[in-house]
């Protein structure tokens, strides 16, 4: 017996009809951004590991543990992209889209690789959808971006998410107020894995979510305390255009985001219905980052959300995302004279804009029928010998189980219409 194969581990793969539910939840996150005027841009899938180590921070988990790092027969090193905004920057300083109109407004969406252990919502390829818009400092574009995400989150019907929202300050307000944090810290009975921790990033410490550390961080210093006027005022004008808008959101000054390069506004959707991995997407600005990777002094902002935990999140909301049925239509040609007629019919419904398939090989009535049931389509077309030497068809609605004959002249447009009325009661 030879050995079957399996997809790697922690892979998720979305298979019809899941996948139908999969690609809606997709095109309900995109359309805000495209609506915005985003444009498309299409990333390499791999990029030079020292794209990762500069952009995102040696530090962090995803550069130092999770990379999918390989050298390739030039002996290059090359990493599988962990994220995307590195190489949006990247692609944005090579092609010079900078030097155009600013802001620079971009979406991108695919799978992403992070050597995490994988359990529920946590994979080693996960999918994204991303926008970055580089080149304003402008707080309405802070607010535009988030509330690109909530809307797509709200297209889908969520409602069991909350937008958490903070200030991580600037290269003028955060070392200080590090040092400060570190003094703190350094008070504190801690084991060594945490002072480690704290010694890398002693941000991260304020995430602990051990309960003798948290009640030791209580009085811990915040830097939402400690921005600088500039900082401070740049929040409270994008928490100003959030109300204004309507964006409900809350502040979490605790917040601590996995990417080295988040300056002032960071955000995250949290979703409660999803367990451990409940982040569904982040975001923030990152005003020095395309400076570091070589670029012009430009800030940009910008966001992931994560589609599999989206998915998830849809699930666990009981929300029927997308068409319910693959297929409008099915066709039942029986006796040859069925299955001379049946691709033309085929071909036209399709033209039309129905779904159609229909039944391939020699098949009996009942078994013919058994087919259309379980094609899911509401309405099936039957193609027999006698009914097409008359010139009709049966079209029966499974939802009742109803049959007509109609004209083979106006089968196309009954049937047509047939589907606009269903489509404008559901
Ligand atoms: P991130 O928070 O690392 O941000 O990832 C964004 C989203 O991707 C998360 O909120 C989560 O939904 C999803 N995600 C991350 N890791 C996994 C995983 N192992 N399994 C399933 N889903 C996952 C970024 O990647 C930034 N590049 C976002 C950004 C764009 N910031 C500014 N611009």
Known sequence: MSDTLSAPKGVPEYLPPESGAWLAVREALTRPAVLAGYGYIELPIFEDTALYVRGVGESTDVVSKEMYTFTDRGDRSLTLRPEGTAGVMRSVIEHRLDRGQLPVKLWYTGPFFRAERPQHGRYRQLQQFGVEAIGSDDPALDAEVVTLADEGYRALGLTGYRLELTSLGCRECRPPYRETLVAFLEGLDLDEATRERARINPLRVLDDKRPEVIAQLADAPLMLDHLC???????????????????????????????DYYTRTTFEFVHDGLGAQSGIGGGGRYDGLMADLGGQELSGIGFGLGLDRTYLACQAEGLQVGPPTALDVYVVPLGAAGRTAAPALVAQLRRAGLRTDQVFGERGLKGAMKSADRSGAPAVVVLGERDLEAGVAQVKTMATGEQVAVSLTELVTHLTQQHQTKESLS
């Not at 929040?235 to 809350?250: C, K, N, P, S």
């Open 229 to 259: 006027e500039a900082c401070a005022e740049h929040f409270a004008a994008v928490r100003r255009l959030l109300d204004e808008h309507g964006t409900r959101y809350v502040v979490n000054p605790r917040m601590v985001r996995g990417l």
